[in-house]
């Protein structure tokens, strides 16, 4: 019985370590992004309602140096603040002038309208502009307002808030879903929402699927990963004689021969890309190549292909 017991007992620690063990490994899910609290700003029209004070509530638009004139107390400094502490400003003002008595002196004040209404998308988006931000606005809605992103959008936004523009919020999402969904994070008047150009590298010529490649999730890609991307070249391809044009500093672009039949056999290291590289494979029977590879990079145009992998490191 004893030795039953024993093997009970350590049947029991495995269990419990096994359970804990797995509860350790669930991932957390990350905390909501907060967003800084809203601020008056110049321009800004201020809703100030005075308790049992109906005179000396009203309408009050802030003018360039951050002040409203309150009626007996004359000017206030409220930019920077938000409304809760423009209020007690307010408050004080009149207790200190012997106007109201703390009993009476309770203001509220209201946001009634912001001087920059609107909310500012550019970048990788179909309709770049500046959309309303009535209301309650999230960031889903208003790239969706914009016509949502496009091909070369890159895997995350960038949000700037009006109140904090020095620490500016990304925000990430999966670009390679059937339907990208960005996450629901609320933006206000006076953001503005930046969605980058991901990198993208070309690969032209005689190959299966010629175009453009976006790179998300990574910074490059080599020749030989480029070329599995598009198919692989056709029977017919000159290998030895594929060309790489990239665009220098200067704007100048250049092209570079790849032996690329020895980087398949091992004989020669794999090439690095870069975003916006062009890799043109010509045919075998191809003659002025490198001319060949930068008019093609030239002439690269909206009607080549973009293709998006799925890559997480």
């Known amino acids: 019985m004893a030795r039953i017991c024993g093997y009970a007992t350590a049947l029991w620690i495995v269990l419990l370590g096994q ?18 609290e809203l601020t008056i700003g ?6 100030l309602s005075m308790f049992e ?28 603040l938000t409304a809760d502490q423009a209020g007690a400003k307010i408050e004080k003002r009149y207790v200190i002038a012997g106007i109201l008595t703390p009993d009476n002196s309770h203001a509220t004040v209201f946001i009634a309208e912001y001087a920059t209404q609107g909310i500012v998308v550019n970048g990788e988006v179909k309709n770049p502009g500046v959309y309303p931000a009535l209301g309650i606005r999230m960031l889903n ?61 070309y690969v032209l010529g005689d190959v299966v699927h010629a175009g453009g490649f976006v790179l998300n999730g990574r910074n490059t890609l080599t020749v030989e990963e480029a070329m599995a991307l598009a198919g692989g070249s056709s029977h017919a391809a000159a290998l030895g004689r594929v060309q790489l ?18 980087i398949l056999k091992g004989d020669a290291p794999d090439v690095a890309m870069k975003d916006g590289d062009v890799l043109y494979v010509p045919t075998s029977n191809a003659i002025l190549v ?24």
């Open 19 to 36: 359970a804990f063990f797995g509860f350790a490994q669930q991932k957390v899910a990350p905390a909501p992004i907060a967003a800084p």
């Open 42 to 47: 110049p321009g800004d029209l201020l809703d």
């Open 290 to 313: 490198a001319q060949q590879a930068i008019a093609a990079a030239v002439n690269i145009g909206s009607e080549v292909l973009i293709f998006k992998y799925a890559y997480y490191p």
């Open 245 to 262: 044009v990239r665009t220098l500093n200067n704007g100048r672009k250049e092209a570079v021969t790849i032996h690329f039949n020895k």
């Open 53 to 80: 004070d109906p005179e000396l509530s009203g309408h009050f638009r802030v003018d360039a140096k951050g002040e409203i004139v309150v009626p007996l107390i004359g000017r206030v400094h409220v930019g920077g």
């Open 141 to 201: 809605d208003v790239i969706a307002a914009a016509g949502g992103i496009t091909q070369t959008a890159a895997s995350n936004v960038i949000i700037t808030h009006r109140n904090d523009p020095e620490n500016p919020v990304t925000v990430s999402y999966n670009p390679e879903a059937l339907h990208p969904k960005i996450p629901e994070v609320q933006v206000f008047p006076g953001d503005s929402i930046v969605v980058p150009r991901a990198g993208i590298v």
